[in-house]
């Protein structure tokens, strides 16, 4: 089985910044991609960021210029830098590993979500 927990979400003012943090365990064989998404209230999940592990980066065009997806030493984390915040980006964000369990069983894992309010 796949895990994965969130954690960093918070308050947070206007023009602020966050650290949002993903850490992975389980039998995880392949990855395909990482990344994050976010959901606010009343509205679907949408992608905020992904990196595959060829390298090839993409971000919402709502976020360009203010966060950043990096990875840590190993695939079992992930951080998502959250700059210049606005009243928009308050959301629950989750973390998103789409991997490989094993040699040719795929799909997607969803950490439980961590909450981010913009206000002030």
């Known amino acids: 089985q796949v895990q994965l927990v969130e954690s960093g979400g918070g308050l947070v003012q206007p023009g602020g910044s966050l650290t949002l943090s993903c850490t992975a365990s389980g039998s995880i064989f392949r990855i395909i991609s990482v990344g994050w998404y976010r959901q606010a209230p009343g509205k679907e999940r949408e992608l905020v960021t992904t990196?595959?592990?060829?390298?090839?980066?993409n971000y919402a065009d709502s976020v360009k210029g203010r966060f950043t997806i990096s990875r840590g030493d190993t695939a079992d984390t992930l951080y998502l830098q959250m700059n210049n915040l606005e009243l928009g980006d308050t959301a629950v964000y989750y973390c998103?590993?789409?991997?490989?369990?094993?040699?040719?069983?795929?799909?997607?894992?969803w950490g439980q979500g961590t909450q981010v309010t913009v206000s002030g």
């Open positions: 998103n590993y789409r991997a490989y369990s094993d040699v040719v069983t795929w799909g997607d894992y």
């Open positions: 990196v595959t592990e060829g390298g090839s980066t």
